[in-house]
């Protein structure tokens, strides 16, 4: 337990508002709200269910006037910490809130809840001939709402774009408890200041989403997938820039050979001898449409000297084999060592291969495990450093790592985040990318919606140059 406890008397008001069975203290369910996906651990005070805005609203003018933190959560797969209670409190599970309100064929748009799965979303899009993009490797238990705090990305943002492209309007509530609702449900709209923007990244800072609307686009008939195996990293990661600089893939994904490594049960075929990294492209379209970009593509790679292999899945069942294997690199990286430090860092794509290289160069030089892969095509590279806590040397060798890999990355004119987010994993790092005047706006700007910093607070600024919670 924390500073934050939340008063017996609280929670007697907050068991009327959501019902007696929509919230709970006890230990063990308490501790299946205390992690994510950086596998941290915070242990909150409660754990509370809401059913509705109007629930939520009651929640949070309660917290406000008693300056009970709050922190929002989706399904929990954060990498940055996002969804932690690092100050105790009270953790607002939005999983209750997960009905898809509509989803309009012809106006190309669709209403959700927050805690609607994001492969849930697509599978109901497909159904009407329609297409929500956003694809992060986690589409299959992440949430939309903590898709839209985080503005996920994915293997497709090369060609379609991430969650902030596809983010119409919301519906948030407010620290105080009161409703806002932003945005638009036509294909255009600049009637005032673009607050779904705002929110969109927002890491449940600034309020609680508890309905998103969303674009969608007509349903791509067809797509085709290629495996390019080369004969080192370098070669991979040259290509890159000069495929998208001809051709326009709808995803363009790297694996090092630590990752192929890891992941090579999971393969549809063994990988040609001699690969060093692994390049897997799609393009996406109507059927003639995909016929000639295949074309296209296939000379452009056949032409290439010095690559070791360039296959075409033959069908849908091998092509999500791949995708399976490049899904399971982040889960199935725990085999080399039980903790990692995953970065989601972005280059200008030109810079990937110096990027990749220095990583390379870092790992013997430290003498830790570092291996790379991802979203090739946006620069979006995943870095992990993998170690065991337990081990101190290993310890302070990932952290100068993380240290030296950030200060590499802004030397290159990139950025420490593509989709991950801030949360508390990178908050120290915030005055390295950003400067005073930047953090100043956006300091006042939270405390703007939440002057009592009672929402998800400890999240994206750093501590210690403020004094203060957030
Ligand atoms: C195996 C694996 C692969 C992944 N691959 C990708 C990838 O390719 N691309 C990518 O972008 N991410 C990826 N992620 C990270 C993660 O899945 C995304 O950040 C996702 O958007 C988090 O959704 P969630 O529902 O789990 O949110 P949570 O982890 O529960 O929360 C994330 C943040 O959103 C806030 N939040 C959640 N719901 C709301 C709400 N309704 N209102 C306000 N704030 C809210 C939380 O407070 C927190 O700050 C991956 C994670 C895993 C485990």
Known sequence: MTDNQVPSD????????????????????????????????????????????????????????????????????????????????????LTRLNRILEIDKYNQVAVVEPGVITGHLKEEAKKSGLFYPPDPSSFKFCTIGGNVA??????????????????LGLEVVLPDGRILNTGVKTAKGVVGYDLTRLFVGSEGTLGILTKIILKLLPHPACRATFQVSTA??????????????????????????????????????????????????????????????????????????????????????????????????????????????????????????????????????????????????????????????????????ADIAKKRLFAEVLRLSGTLSGEHGVGITKADYLPLELDETALSVMRNLKKLFDPKNILNPGKIFPEQSSGKNN
Not at 42 to 54: E, K, L, N
Not at 156 to 165: L, P
């Open 10 to 93: 609280i929670l007697k008001k907050l068991a009327v508002i959501v019902g007696p069975q929509n919230l709970t203290t006890a230990r063990e369910d308490l501790l299946c709200y205390s992690y994510d996906s950086t596998a941290q651990e915070y242990i909150p005070d409660a754990v509370i269910f809401p059913g509705s805005s109007q629930e939520i609203s009651s929640i949070l003018q309660l917290a406000d006037a008693s300056s009970i933190v709050v922190v929002p959560r989706g399904a929990g797969t954060g990498m940055t910490g996002g969804a932690l209670p690092v100050k105790g409190g009270l953790v607002m599970v």
């Open 232 to 397: 080192s990293m370098q070669q991979a990661t040259s290509l890159v820039a000069r495929i998208l600089s001809s051709h326009q893939p709808c995803t363009l994904e790297f694996m090092d050979k630590t990752a192929l490594h890891i992941v090579s049960t999971f393969l549809p075929n063994p990988l040609p001898t001699g690969t060093k990294a692994l390049l897997l492209i799609e393009v996406d379209g109507d059927a003639q449409t995909v016929a000639l970009q295949s074309d296209r593509l296939m000379k452009f790679l056949q032409a290439e000297p010095g690559l070791i292999g360039v296959q075409r899945a033959t069908n849908e069942k091998e092509a999500e084999a791949l995708w399976s294997a490049r899904r399971s690199i982040s889960p199935a990286s725990f085999e080399l060592k039980p903790h990692k430090i995953n970065e989601d860092v972005v280059v200008p794509r030109t810079k990937i291969p110096d990027l990749v290289a220095f990583t390379e160069l870092l790992s013997v030089e430290l003498g830790i495990t570092i291996f790379t892969f991802g979203h090739a095509g946006d620069g979006n590279i995943h870095v992990n450093i993998m170690l065991d806590r337990e081990n101190s040397l290993e310890k302070e060798n």
């Open 150 to 167: 985080e503005c996920a990305g994915g293997a497709s943002a090369v060609k379609y774009g991430v969650t902030r492209d596809y983010t």
